[in-house]
């Protein structure tokens, strides 16, 4: 049985988008979205653990990360 559902119109061009683009009707891309739809918690972070190692950016910046934890654990800790 069908039912009617109001979205705000960003909401219906968002999924006008991607109904369009993938040729399926608005009740599949919104199946689609709910199923895709995941708890997060932080194991998902590990697999990204790691990944900037070899950047020089990341050394700047784990260095100036440091130097900022050091001073807040003199202060507060």
Do not use: C, P
């Not at 999924?15 to 608005?26: G, I, P, V």
């Not at 891309?29 to 653990?49: A, N, P, Y």
């Amino acid at each position: 049985m069908a039912k009617t559902l109001m979205v705000s119109n960003a909401v219906y061009e968002e999924l006008k988008k991607l109904k369009t683009k993938e040729d399926k009707s608005f009740s599949e891309v919104i199946v689609e979205l709910i199923s895709k739809k995941e708890k997060k918690t932080g194991r998902d972070l590990w697999k990204h653990f790691g990944v900037l190692k070899g950047d020089k950016e990341y050394g700047r910046l784990r260095k100036e990360v440091n130097a900022g934890w050091r001073r807040w654990q003199k202060r507060y800790a």
